[in-house]
DNA sequence: TTTTTAAAAATGTGATCACATTATGAATTA
DNA sequence: TAATTCATAATGTGATCACATTTTTAAAAA
């Protein structure tokens, strides 16, 4: 199994982070942007050179990012990114839908009026991001978008399960968007802007829900024998 | 500060299992059943001593229990497990609810007659355990009928946000289950076999929902108060 | 040539240590 | 007496190492 060092992308480093935290951001924001592939053994010791730290803070990291679903350690105690498959993708976007759905219930009671300008500007965002073809920068302002609708209830519980669900699809939305190209996105956010406006929960549920679900619906027999063969 | 070394109830421990997973899991058990106290610092080396090993497995199973929300890693680095409020409490209750009657509805085109004489069977074993007053026992029984009915679907994705969410309850399941007594639960586990039984949607869901909200339901605000200052 | 075996290499795990950070206790100051 | 400061102790973190386990490679056997 020849493999070279693991290049993941840069993300900044504050003076208060331990390297633990870092190598565990890090590896969070790969995952979600789909910078490794899955199935592909990592190796502490490889990680630890490609972050350039010694293998302690990875394993932590490994340990807490297994925890949330995003890595799998195997029998043999190999460290992977999970392969998926065509059934476990449609119960993941199904319990997604489900989870996010219940958030945004669960959130709306606190949602304030600037709270919706900031949505509002997080969307502006965005389609700045769709028209450069940024995709990294745009998956990671889409869950900005809807963390912070979602955690407008000071009580939320919810958001570690969705972080895990992202996570665990992250790996598989790179291939998504590719074959989508990315202007769904705009639209759904906006409905769902509209919805927060007039304080309307049935068509603020249909509009989240169709966010999600338009990513999949979609996607050709094509790109899903993408995502599954990645 | 004064601590004594903190008394962890004992689990088995197979040939195979690695330090690292014993830790791990004699920690799960002890949150799941509710042995240690919520706000109280953990030390690593306190851990460590308490399950006979040197810090490193602890730090790894304290970093796979943090991601799991069982356990809170406080700006000042010390670990605890998570205090209570009223309505952080409700929310998890409402979640829980809503993930398993999610859970049972993904499984129930899978469930077999066989797999509904095994949860038969746990809930007789549960009945035994309800004379004997053996509540640990109990707790766990609970988790393997409802995790074995859930995991009837292959795919299943949401067996780790049910854990995370007993998780989080463990600590306070304890008083709760004192102050109600333990009937209840024998009850609408027969309801939700019935339901199988004749493979009735609606009625399993509701019998889920009522499972869960019973619980709380009972709970006097004597018993709320205890949960929120343990 | 293929299969089996053994050795070497790679990789994960647990222990230990030094150092960085936080908490506690004692002494000093207001 | 209460607040502040400083020293000490406790605790978390990262590095390193030896050992256990798994994988790979090379040699031997069929």
Known sequence: ???????????????????????????????????????????????????????????????????????????????????????????LIKFRAATEVFAAERALPFVSDKLIDTLET?????????????RETLIIQNQDFHTSLYMANPDQVIIPTIESIWLQLGPFLKIALQHIGVFYVVDRHKEIIIALRSRNLSALKQAIS????????????????KILSS
């Open 1 to 91: 199994m020849p493999h070279s060092r693991l290049i993941l992308p840069e993300i900044s480093k504050s003076k208060k982070m331990t390297t633990q935290e870092y190598a565990y951001q890090r590896l969070r924001h790969s995952l979600m942007v789909g910078s490794i592939a899955p199935g592909i053994p990592l190796t502490i010791r490889g990680l630890a050179a490609s972050l350039e730290t010694s293998p302690t803070p990875v394993r932590e990291a490994i340990r807490r990012l297994s925890s949330k679903n995003a890595l799998t350690i195997l029998e043999n105690r190999r460290c992977v990114v999970p392969v998926m498959t065509k059934e476990r993708f449609a119960e």
């Open 122 to 134: 997080i969307d502006f965002s965005m389609d700045k991001a769709v028209i450069a073809k940024d």
């Open 210 to 225: 169709n966010d999600i679900h338009d990513a999949v619906g979609q996607l050709d027999e094509e790109a899903l024998k």
